[in-house]
């Protein structure tokens, strides 16, 4: 039955942890996956979830199958987080959220219902994008093509490229959009560029998917977030996947979400009623813990502010991770500028380093990033940066 079955190519993100978990290099650093490690370079877990956890540990309850769209509690936290508590699409209830398995899951809902409503429509995604997107979408049955966005001689966001594909689209084409934290090159586009973007999906009336993993990476939690806002002042009807592995530090927990703004509220019950049929025939309904632990932090004051605080604690980081690595590749006898490594956001910075020296990186230092040459700067810390720096230094 499988003698003819081929191999799979190793996951261009996932797999590198495989690589990095055999690698017995004692001063390999994992900066592959998006995942951020404190100064001390573990894992952390944050407080406001303890806190969390700790309750739902001394009221323990029952474990019965959850509604397929998960916990109400949950997708209501997740809709005020994403539109605004008092914004008027949440108020008027056309919003149809259901939690999903990870960020991941919630894009996964999207495209199997947009292959349904829309199975003719071509799939856009950013070049280059989040190595995934292609994939999921090219497996819910779509053609996936690309729309330019990062130039590398600029350094940073071929907009006029991006601007001139989505209003030369056709029709009804699903473009996937990250809200804030470009994944894999840190470069986001302006405000202004945003309403540009807007204009144009509403000029070529595309379908926007925005795909946003990094809420509070960026900025803050209000300022990544407000483009969701541009697109419901602009009067569109659009999908959002959103996800808590990051922000909460949940990884394993697949905590995500997929919401789709709808015209009424009528419409979004029946939206709702389709992505419960893609849940049911992919996973029938989804697990209770991480989605709990999380309703229960953003709908509690205190433990919200908790998060928002530790929150901060990981952006600040970063932040001076990147300063701290442009500063270390100087020292290390690095030439070139690499100051833009401070211009990017979010957990990546996309070093411009060619396949070639990834993999030298990888295999003479043991300092694994993506092919791409994409590094996750929040798993750097005080005692990884010399060696990262170094080998750095010596591959360029
Ligand atoms: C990443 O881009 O590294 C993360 O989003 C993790 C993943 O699932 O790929």
Same mark, same amino acid.
């Given at each position: ?34 995942? #951020? #490690? ?6 952390? !877990?944050?407080?406001?979830? %303890? ?13 019965? #199958? ?7 509690? #949950? ?10 508590? *008092? &914004?008027?699409?949440?108020? &008027? ?5 259901? +939690? ?17 409503? $829309?199975?003719?429509?071509? =799939? ?21 093509? $690309? ?40 470069? *986001?586009?302006?405000?202004? +560029?945003?309403? %540009? =973007?807007i204009a144009a999906v509403k000029a070529r009336k595309l379908?926007a998917?925005? *795909?946003?993993?990094? +809420? ?18 602009a009067g569109l ?11 909460? $530090? ?31 025939? @992919?996973?029938? @309904?989804? %697990? ?55 211009? %990017? ?15 030298? !990186? ?32 010596? =591959?360029?």
């Open positions: 039955l499988f003698s003819a079955v081929e191999m799979a190519p190793r996951d261009p993100i996932l797999g590198l942890n495989e690589q990095f978990n055999a690698d017995t290099n004692p001063a390999k650093v994992n900066l592959g996956v998006g995942v #951020y #490690y404190d100064d001390k370079g573990k894992l952390p !877990l944050l407080q406001c979830v %303890q806190i969390a956890e700790k309750a739902m540990m001394e009221a323990p309850k029952p474990r019965g #199958y959850l509604p397929m769209d998960g916990v109400a509690a #949950y997708d209501a936290a997740v809709k005020t987080l994403v539109f605004g508590a *008092d &914004s008027e699409p949440v108020k &008027s209830g056309r919003v149809a959220t259901a +939690q999903g398995i990870g960020g991941t899951g919630g894009l996964k809902i999207g495209a199997d219902f947009l292959k349904k409503l $829309s199975p003719n429509a071509k =799939v856009l995604i950013s070049d280059p994008s989040w190595e995934n997107h292609r994939a999921l979408f090219a497996q819910a049955g779509f053609t996936v093509e $690309s729309y330019p966005y990062y130039d590398a001689a600029k350094r940073g966001v071929n907009f006029d490229g991006m601007l001139a594909a989505l209003n030369t689209a056709a029709e009804g084409t699903i473009v996937v959009l990250h809200a804030c934290c470009h994944n894999p090159t840190g470069y *986001d586009i302006t405000s202004t +560029q945003w309403d %540009q =973007v379908t998917f925005l *795909d946003m993993a990094y +809420q509070g990476f960026g900025h803050g939690i209000v300022e990544d977030g407000a483009v969701i806002g541009k697109f419901v002042a009807n659009f999908f959002v996947s959103t996800s808590f592995s990051k922000s909460f $530090s949940l990884y394993g927990e697949r905590v995500g979400a997929l919401s789709v703004l709808c015209e009424s509220k009528e419409e979004a019950e029946r939206v709702l009623s389709q992505m419960k049929v893609v849940i049911r025939t @992919n996973y029938s @309904n989804p %697990q209770i813990h991480g989605a709990t632990v999380v309703a229960n932090v953003l709908n509690n004051p205190e433990l919200r502010a908790l998060w928002e605080k530790e929150l901060a604690e990981m952006r600040v980081r970063i932040k001076a991770m990147r300063q701290k690595l442009v500063d270390g590749l100087k020292a290390a006898g690095v030439k070139e500028d690499m100051s833009f490594i401070t211009t %990017q956001i979010g957990m990546f910075s996309y070093s411009g380093l060619s396949k070639d020296q990834m993999v030298r !990186l990888r295999n003479e230092f043991g300092v694994y990033g993506t092919d791409t040459g994409r590094m996750c700067v929040a798993a750097l810390n005080s005692q990884n940066i010399n060696h990262v720096c170094a080998s750095i230094a010596k =591959v360029l």
